[in-house]
C-alpha cells in the first residue's frame, strides 16, 4: 500500500491525517496516511527513510518547511516564489516540493465562500512564510491590486519587489500598518503570528470597504483576536484558515492521486467536531 504521512515537530495536534484518510475513502485510494514526529535536527534523515519504505509523498508542517525546499531536488513555480515546501512527491529520480498554501487559501476564498478575487483590492498582514506563499496564487486572480503590509515596513518592502515582475500591471505595494490609515479594502487577510499570541495586528480604523471579507490564516473555536477586530471594525465577512486547511490537503492528494477530493462534506465535518 502506497504510504503519505504528514511530519513535523510537534505533530499530535495535525488534522492531516483525518482529513487525508477522508480523502482516500471517499476517492476509493488504497493508501495509508500517518503523523511522524521528526527529531528537530533529523528532518532529511526522516524523509530520507519514509521513502525508502514504501513511501509516496509528505505533507511538511512546522519548523521544516524551509528544509524541506532545500531537500527536495525539483520545485514547482509557486514552491520557488515561497521560498518554502509544504508538500512533497517522491519520484524515481528524485523529490519534487511544491507549495499549495496558497491554492488553498484561494480556493477556500472564491469557492467555498464565494468571494471573487478578481478587480478587489487585497491587504495582505505579515511578510512572513505564510504571506510569501499566498502572494503568486492571489496575483493569478488579477486584483485590483495588492498592499502587502508588515510590522517591519522594509519586509515587506522586500517581498513586493520580489513580486513585482509576477504582479505586471497590478497594483502591487509595500506599507507599515499605521501607513495604511486612509485607505479601504475589499478583502484583508491576516498571515501574521499574532493570533498565535491573542493578539491582533494593530491596524487603523476604516480599512474595511462596505461588503469586505476579513480572512485569519489562523483558526480555532470562536473569533481570533484578528477577527473579532474585524466584526467591530464593521468586516460584513468573517472567515478563519480551516478551509484553508481541507483546500491546501486537497491539492496536495491531487498532486500525488491524479483525483480531486470533494472537501465540502470534510470541511463541514471538523467544523462540526466531527471525525470526518
Known amino acids: 500500500m502506497d504510504r503519505y504521512a504528514v511530519v513535523g515537530h510537534p505533530i499530535a495536534h495535525s488534522k492531516s491525517p483525518l482529513i487525508h484518510r477522508a480523502f482516500a475513502r471517499q ?6 496516511y500517518e503523523a511522524l514526529l521528526a527529531p528537530l535536527d533529523g528532518f532529511a534523515a526522516t524523509v530520507r527513510a519514509f521513502g525508502e519504505n514504501q513511501g509516496r509523498g509528505m505533507n511538511v508542517t512546522v519548523p521544516f518547511k524551509l528544509e524541506a525546499h532545500d531537500l527536495a531536488t525539483e520545485l514547482t513555480e509557486r514552491a520557488r516564489a515561497a521560498g518554502a515546501v509544504n508538500t512533497l512527491v517522491f519520484r524515481p529520480k528524485g523529490v519534487l ?17 464565494g468571494y471573487a ?11 512572513g512564510g505564510a504571506a510569501r506563499g499566498t502572494i503568486l496564487p492571489l496575483l493569478g486572480e488579477r486584483p485590483a491590486g495588492l498592499v502587502i503590509a508588515n510590522r517591519t515596513v522594509a519586509r515587506a518592502e522586500s517581498l513586493a519587489e520580489q513580486f513585482s515582475q509576477a504582479a505586471g500591471a497590478i497594483p502591487l505595494a509595500a506599507s507599515s500598518f499605521a501607513g495604511l490609515a486612509g485607505q479601504t479594502f475589499d478583502v484583508i487577510i491576516n498571515a501574521t503570528a499574532a493570533s498565535l499570541a491573542n493578539e491582533a495586528p494593530p491596524l487603523p480604523p476604516g480599512l474595511y470597504a462596505p461588503g469586505a471579507l476579513a480572512y485569519d490564516m489562523m483558526y480555532g473555536k470562536g473569533d481570533t483576536p484578528f477577527l473579532a477586530a474585524a466584526r467591530q471594525e464593521g468586516a460584513a465577512k468573517l472567515a478563519d484558515g480551516l ?4 483546500e491546501q490537503a486537497a491539492e496536495s492528494f491531487w498532486l500525488w492521486r491524479g483525483v480531486r477530493p ?3 462534506p470534510v470541511l463541514e465535518a471538523l467544523r462540526a467536531g466531527r471525525t470526518p
Not at 27 to 32: K, P
Not at 243 to 246: H, W
Open 243 to 246: 478551509g484553508m486547511l481541507v
Open 27 to 32: 476517492t476509493g485510494q488504497a493508501m495509508s
Open 97 to 113: 516540493g511544491d507549495n499549495t498554501d496558497g491554492a488553498g487559501l484561494v480556493r477556500d476564498i472564491t469557492k467555498n465562500l
Open 117 to 127: 478575487l478578481n478587480g478587489r483590492r487585497v491587504l495582505l498582514l505579515g511578510a
Open 262 to 264: 470533494q472537501t465540502g
